[in-house]
């Protein structure tokens, strides 16, 4: 088990989680990793720790480099127990630690653990010497727990974000550089979308809480370290928590006998005669973690269901009750479905959606049993009409 050093005396000492696929309900096919850093100066300072089933693996690393006994300190920015969980393993291992973390992370890991650990809370702003090197606590309630704060180092210009920045990713690899912007970007987009989404508004305020510092070194507790994409990655973080959306479009849809389906395809078909991007998300062969990253920077998001049982089928609903949480806003929605006699799952799937404020520039289309040709055409009229729209879309 090595440890890798990002700076002298600076180390990732975490755990690779290379099997996990279902992050309480988050597909993660490239499985993930529990980020700790291990810094050795006079006070040796362990930032998070790992899921508790990796704890031996983190234990292992830190003892390559220094005795687990001679923690002086352990950072908890966050309570959450994929970084928390070995907290009691490795506080018998240094009874003399004391943890750092805020007023509700305290809060929060008594409840959790019920020991009796020696605790400091530090105030956001505050700063504490730990030898030849500072840490800089700023606290980022809801991103994306109300315990999360940021650790900084000023003297090596390393931000510990915790969450923020993450990217459920295992590799060997520690670095962005050696995995490239292209897939980083794809996962840490997918993280914001099934993560933070719903916290927009505080992305804001931690990142102008953020502005100021002299950051060389992003380093998050899923995933890789940013050091050469770090701009980039403020950049999309930027564009994700202001909700600006790209000129795309993304269709969302489940179907029983193909009718449904046939309205889908219909409609990519006018997006593409419009030239607008435009992906096709069957609920049946798609995991909803997935969709939802189509989702964040999509400008028309269209949602389709048959009719089954007087309302929309299952799969949609719960779709719905996903999006709904993680409320994506500034979007164009469009409500499409094919039905036998009721009919009702179109209207039920717009009353749902009524939250978050969509605007809807054409009529929900309904189609009694199957498409003809002529429904066919209009949905792809739809479809180009709604294109055209998004390009004269400020957003
Ligand atoms: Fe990675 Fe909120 O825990």
């Avoid at 220094?66 to 970084?83: A, G």
């Avoid at 929060?108 to 090197?133: A, C, M, N, P």
Wanted: charged residues 25%; aromatic residues 10%.
């Amino acid at each position: 088990m090595q440890a890798v050093e990002l700076k002298p005396n600076v180390y990732w000492v975490g755990g690779i989680d290379w099997d996990i696929r279902n992050f309480h309900g988050y597909k993660t096919w490239r499985g993930t990793t529990y980020n700790a850093y291990l810094i050795v100066d006079e006070k040796i300072t362990l930032i998070d720790t790992v899921k508790h089933y990796l704890c031996d693996e983190l234990i292992e690393r830190i003892k390559s480099l220094v005795d687990p006994k001679k923690i002086d300190y352990i950072v908890s920015n966050h309570v959450e127990m994929d970084h928390s969980g070995s907290l009691p393993k490795i506080m018998e291992m240094c009874p003399n630690a004391t943890i750092l973390t805020s007023p509700k992370g305290q809060k929060g890991l008594e409840k959790h653990y019920e020991q009796d650990w020696k605790f400091q809370t530090v105030k956001s702003g505050e700063q504490i010497t730990i030898g030849k090197r500072s840490l800089q606590f700023v606290h980022i309630p809801m991103v994306h727990w109300p315990d999360s704060m940021v650790t900084f180092c000023p003297e090596e210009k390393i931000l510990f974000p915790n969450d923020a920045f993450g990217q459920h990713i295992a590799s060997s690899h520690r670095f962005d550089d050696e995995i490239g912007w292209s897939l980083l970007k794809e996962e840490a987009a997918k993280y914001y979308a099934n993560i933070v989404m719903p916290y927009g508004a505080q992305v804001q305020n931690a990142l102008k809480a953020l502005s100021d510092l002299q950051i060389e070194m992003i380093a998050p507790s899923h995933g890789i370290v940013w050091r050469t994409y770090i701009s980039e990655i403020i950049e999309e973080y930027q564009k994700w928590s202001t909700l600006k959306s790209d000129k795309s479009a993304v269709i969302i849809y489940d179907s029983m006998w193909g009718s449904t389906e046939k309205m889908a395809h219909s409609l990519l078909a006018g997006f593409e005669k419009a030239h607008i991007p435009v992906v096709l998300r069957n609920l049946k062969e798609n995991d909803i973690s997935d969709i939802i990253t189509d989702v964040l920077t999509a400008g028309i998001v269209a949602i389709g269901s048959p009719t089954l049982n007087n309302s929309m089928l299952p799969s949609v609903g719960g779709f719905l009750t996903y999006l709904l949480g993680l409320r994506p806003k500034n979007k164009i929605g469009f409500v499409f479905g094919s039905y036998g006699w009721g009919g009702q799952a179109v209207g039920d799937i717009k009353k749902s959606l009524e939250p978050l404020s969509w605007t809807y520039p054409k009529d929900e289309a309904k189609i009694n049993y199957r498409p003809s040709e002529a429904d066919l055409e209009l949905m792809t009229n739809i479809g180009y009409e709604l294109g055209e729209i998004l390009k004269n879309n400020d957003n």
